[in-house]
């Protein structure tokens, strides 16, 4: 069976990276093969999947004129997850040119990974690291499905609607499909409720809720994913019933992502009613 290539996007901060390791050692637990590959600044998307491990990251081999095989590019982490740190060039100098790109080849070329076999690869995306030279060949020739983790602050609700534009421009040309949006460090008791109705809007499905947690930080504090650090908390069964829902789930809708004058709108709406819920007091005036 050929490989499903997932790819979960999110802004910088949002736990983008926490949500996807977990969701690649929920998987492999239950016996699948998994790779996941890393966009992130600081080379840690797989940093709680392989320890204290170092790994040499894509872009180093490259710059270094080295061979790349997996042996010398990939760690083998929790359950067999293969490790790999794309990593990213120096500010400033982009993500378009000659040797990113011979990055972005090297994920291209299905023989760079074929002795593990993987029933998933899985790449790891931060807001931080998004530009053209990574998002183009992930929404249109690497990755079959995209998924968006999101708070649901504004400025993570801001960046998942920017994440749909580009999903659905490229996925208009046949690129990838739209798995759904992932609801993460959900805290205030309307959170879901601000999630729920951004996806209405958007048209885009919500496939998973994960509230903050206390054993979020301190399976991060021991360098370990929740699935290994607390494997019968609440959270590592919400992470292992996302992952079965990413491992079945088939097809899927584009979203429909709000321009920034209905987005506006519509978080002035939700301002309007937070305040009547904090105050008592509707925008007119009057009393609840």
């Not at 998004?130 to 079959?144: F, M």
Request: charged letters at 20%; glycine letters at 12%; proline letters at 5%.
């Amino acid at each position: 069976m050929a490989p499903k290539h997932i790819a979960i996007y999110g802004k910088g901060g949002v736990g983008t990276s926490t949500m996807t390791s977990n969701i690649s050692a929920a998987l492999a637990e239950i016996g699948y093969r998994v790779i996941q590959i890393g966009f992130d600044p600081k080379n840690e998307s797989t940093g709680t999947l392989r320890g204290e491990r170092e790994v040499t990251t894509l872009l180093e081999a490259v710059q270094k004129k080295r061979d790349v095989t997996a042996e010398n590019v990939a760690v083998a982490g929790f359950k067999g997850v293969l490790c790999v740190e794309a990593g990213l060039p120096a500010p400033g100098v982009g993500c378009t040119g000659h040797t990113f790109g011979e990055v972005i080849s090297l994920l291209k070329e299905p023989g760079l990974f074929v002795e593990h076999r993987p029933d998933f690869v899985i790449y790891d995306v931060s807001g931080d690291a998004v530009c053209g030279g990574i998002v183009a060949p992930l929404l249109n020739g690497i990755a079959e499905r995209v998924y968006v983790v999101s708070s649901s602050d504004f400025m993570s609700l801001f960046a998942a609607n920017g994440f749909f534009r580009l999903i659905n421009e490229h996925g208009e040309k046949g690129g990838a499909a739209f798995g759904g949006l992932i609801a993460n460090g959900l805290t205030a008791p309307f959170a879901e409720s601000i999630v729920d109705d951004f996806a209405r809007k958007t048209g885009s499905p919500v496939v998973g809720y994960v509230p903050r947690s206390l054993v979020v930080m301190q399976s991060e504090l021991y360098g370990q994913t929740v699935i290994e650090a607390a494997p019968l908390s609440n959270h590592a069964y919400i992470y292992r019933r996302l992952a079965r829902h990413i491992a079945r789930q088939e097809g899927g809708e584009l979203p429909q992502p709000l321009s920034p004058g209905e987005l506006k709108r519509w978080a002035r709406k939700w301002g309007d009613r937070i305040l009547e819920l904090e105050t008592g007091v509707i925008s007119e005036g009057e009393g609840i």
